[in-house]
């Protein structure tokens, strides 16, 4: 019996070019999953080990009505996205419900309800996730929509945490999914291919002159496909302290230019030094994405703009929030101008948001002059004061 529908929250909406619809249904409906299908080729790509598809039962491939039906089950051990108590990988029991409509004798749909049931993270008893997939036939190809849901058979506090957490996930690897059908088809993603996250209201900490700062030169070292090579978002992590850097490659879209501007998005994870609180592990480990964009005039970079989430995974209340800064480079005659600010999103309701507040925007004031200091010198010049700001005189 297939699983009903269920109300889901979209995060896919593309158009596949080149997805030979008929030939990827023919492939799903063979009795040996041995042979290569985008479902189980899609969890090699994701990482997935100890794959092993269960023989189809009696019934369990079916066909009347111009519909094609099957049901095939999956055992595998998935990687787990960082997260406070989280293993790295866990066991997983994936259930894929097939359906395939045709007219004339050829696939126009393909419907796919899959149940995830994990086995080895926290709270995995008190709920299971559904994803329902369509993909009908186009022109040029193929329409891909998908969305999810969380089915809790168990009540739980941290329900909240949960679906926050989910929909992170998912998100994170729409582009991913989409770069994995186009390739699948042979065809190559046309333009940006991400969604850079909106301008938030920052409390502003950094306005300065930097002199002789390169723009244009630091700007290609960012476009760089390769981040081996030194960039100053890269070269300043170092200088802050941070450990066990890895730069994720650049998935195909992520670096793109249109109009002037040319973006890119880049994922880093880190361990960071964490300033002396109460509760606090002395180090943490982070996910860093920078959202960049250089706009151009007659040949020249005259402004460079970042925006860059900052998610930490070992730090008290790090589940409650994450935080976005908003950096812009400009050119001037005698090297830059920038600014920068920074803002707290919270996806939890927390009793210390107040304390988590306070504390950010003293680690953000005492980073002020360093950071300053580090571009300055980036540039060759030297820093025109000293390098600390004296506390004002009290009462």
């Known amino acids: ?16 070019k080149a997805f030979d619809l008929s030939k990827e249904a023919d492939l799903l409906f063979a009795e040996d999953w041995s042979a290569s299908n985008f479902l189980l080729d899609h969890l090699a790509f ?12 009696a019934g369990e491939i079916s066909s009347a009505g111009g519909k ?18 989280a293993p790295k990988t866990t ?5 894929h419900y097939i359906t395939v409509e045709e007219k004339n004798g050829q696939v126009h749909k393909l419907s796919v309800k899959t149940d995830w049931v994990l086995h080895d993270t926290p709270y995995c008893e008190c709920f299971h996730m559904r994803e329902q997939m369509t993909i009908g036939a186009c022109a040029e190809g193929a329409v891909v929509t998908k969305g999810f849901g969380l089915i809790f058979s168990q009540r739980t506090f941290v ?27 042979g065809a190559e993603s046309d333009g940006a291919a991400f969604e850079e996250p909106e301008d938030i209201e920052v409390t502003r900490v950094v306005d300065a002159d930097i ?8 700007a290609d070292l960012l476009f760089a496909e390769d981040w081996s090579a030194s960039n100053f978002l890269l070269d300043h992590l170092a200088f802050v302290g941070a450990t066990e850097v890895t730069v994720a490659p650049a998935c195909a879209g992520e670096i793109s230019s249109a109009g002037g501007k040319r973006r890119a998005k880049r994922e880093i994870s880190a361990r960071l030094l964490v300033p002396p609180a109460p509760m606090a592990p002395k180090t ?26 900052w998610v930490l995974h070992d730090t008290p209340y790090c589940e409650c929030f994450h935080m976005r800064e908003q950096m812009t480079i400009g050119a001037c005659a005698e090297g830059a101008v920038v600014t920068k600010g920074f803002g707290l999103i919270f996806s939890q309701r927390t009793f210390v948001k107040s304390m988590i507040e306070s504390a950010s925007l003293a680690t953000q004031k005492k980073n002020v002059q360093p950071f300053i200091e580090f571009l300055q010198k980036r540039g060759g010049a030297e820093s025109d004061g000293a390098a600390f700001e004296e506390p004002e005189d009290i009462e």
Do not use: W
């Open 1 to 16: 019996e297939e699983p009903e529908d269920i109300e889901v929250t979209r995060v896919v909406d593309a158009d596949i």
């Open 46 to 57: 994701v990482g997935a080990t100890e794959v092993t598809v269960a023989p189809a039962c």
């Open 68 to 85: 094609r039906r099957a049901k095939r089950e999956i055992s595998a051990r998935l990687l787990v996205p960082p997260a406070p108590m």
């Open 91 to 95: 066991r997983a029991t994936i259930t």
């Open 159 to 185: 329900k909240s945490m949960i679906e926050s957490a989910s929909l992170a996930t998912q998100k994170k690897n729409v582009q991913p999914f989409i770069e994995f059908l186009q390739k699948r088809g």
């Open 211 to 218: 002199k002789a700062f390169d723009l244009s030169k630091e």
């Open 284 to 309: 943490t480990r982070a996910t860093i994405t920078h959202y960049i964009t250089v706009e151009e005039k007659n040949g020249q970079v005259h402004k460079l703009s970042v925006k860059t989430d």
